[in-house]
T-cell receptor, first 114, second 112 residues
Framework: DTGVSQNPRHKITKRGQNVTFRCDPISEHNRLYWYRQTLGQGPEFLTYFQNEAQLEKSRLLSDRFSAERPKGSFSTLEIQRTEQGDSAMYLC????????????FGQGTRLTVV | GDSVTQMEGPVTLSEEAFLTINCTYTATGYPSLFWYVQYPGEGLQLLLKATKADDKGSNKGFEATYRKETTSFHLEKGSVQVSDSAVYFCALLAHNTDKLIFGTGTRLQVFP
C-alpha cells in the first residue's frame, strides 16, 4: 500500500468555478477525514466518514462544500462557486476506527482561487 | 472549546543542540495528545503520542510527557540533526470526539 493518495496535488481555479478533489485512503481503513490548512495555521477539521457514512461536519463546512464516500473507499470533496477565501491546502487522512490509532495523512491538494 | 497552543517559530538550532517545543492544551476530560511532523514536501506523520496522564511518548529520539497538572505536552530531543528540520504540530483528541485539534505548528530549522 502506498499510503493516502490525493489528487490533484495543485489546483488553480477562477473565482466562481466548481472544483472537486479526490482522496484514496489506505485500503483497510474505515475512517476518512478531511482537513483544511491555511498558511501559518494548523489543520482544521472539516468532516469525517466511517465507511460510507458521514458522521460529523464542521461549522467551517459551508453549504458550498460537499463530501462523499459512496462505497466506503475513496472520497471526494467538492467546492461550488469557489471564493478567494477557499484558497488553502486540503488534507485527507485515514485511520482505523479512531484517530488515536494513528491517522495517516496524504500530501494534500493545494487550491488557489484567483 | 478545546484548543492547543504551541510556541511560535521558527526555532533555529545548531546540530546536536537540545530542543524543546512547548505545547499546552485546553480540553475537558482526558484527551489523547499527539505530535505530528511535516517534512518538506511530505504529508503529516505521527511522531509520538500519549493517551493518559504521566504517559511518555517517544520516537526517533524525541520525547513528550503528558502533564495533566500543567496541561502540557512539550516536545524534547537531546541532540537534533539537520534531518529533523520540519514543521511540528501538537494535537489533541478529546475523549468524546473523533477529530484531531491541531496547534498552529512550529518550524524547526537545524543548521550544521
Amino acid at each position: 500500500d502506498t499510503g493516502v493518495s490525493q489528487n490533484p496535488r495543485h489546483k488553480i481555479t477562477k473565482r466562481g468555478q466548481n472544483v472537486t478533489f479526490r482522496c484514496d485512503p489506505i485500503s483497510e481503513h474505515n475512517r476518512l477525514y478531511w482537513y483544511r490548512q491555511t498558511l501559518g495555521q494548523g489543520p482544521e477539521f472539516l468532516t469525517y466518514f466511517q465507511n460510507e457514512a458521514q458522521l460529523e461536519k464542521s461549522r467551517l463546512l459551508s453549504d458550498r462544500f460537499s463530501a462523499e464516500r459512496p462505497k466506503g473507499s475513496f472520497s471526494t470533496l467538492e467546492i461550488q462557486r469557489t471564493e478567494q477565501g477557499d484558497s488553502a491546502m486540503y488534507l485527507c487522512a485515514s485511520s482505523y476506527t479512531r484517530a488515536d490509532t494513528e491517522a495517516f495523512f496524504g500530501q494534500g491538494t493545494r487550491l488557489t482561487v484567483v | 472549546g478545546d484548543s492547543v497552543t504551541q510556541m511560535e517559530g521558527p526555532v533555529t538550532l545548531s546540530e546536536e543542540a537540545f530542543l524543546t517545543i512547548n505545547c499546552t492544551y485546553t480540553a475537558t476530560g482526558y484527551p489523547s495528545l499527539f505530535w505530528y511532523v511535516q517534512y518538506p514536501g511530505e504529508g503529516l506523520q505521527l511522531l509520538l503520542k500519549a493517551t493518559k496522564a504521566d504517559d511518555k511518548g517517544s520516537n526517533k529520539g524525541f520525547e513528550a510527557t503528558y502533564r495533566k497538572e500543567t496541561t502540557s505536552f512539550h516536545l524534547e530531543k537531546g541532540s537534533v540533526q539537520v534531518s529533523d528540520s520540519a514543521v511540528y504540530f501538537c494535537a489533541l483528541l478529546a475523549h468524546n470526539t473523533d477529530k484531531l485539534i491541531f496547534g498552529t505548528g512550529t518550524r524547526l530549522q537545524v543548521f550544521p
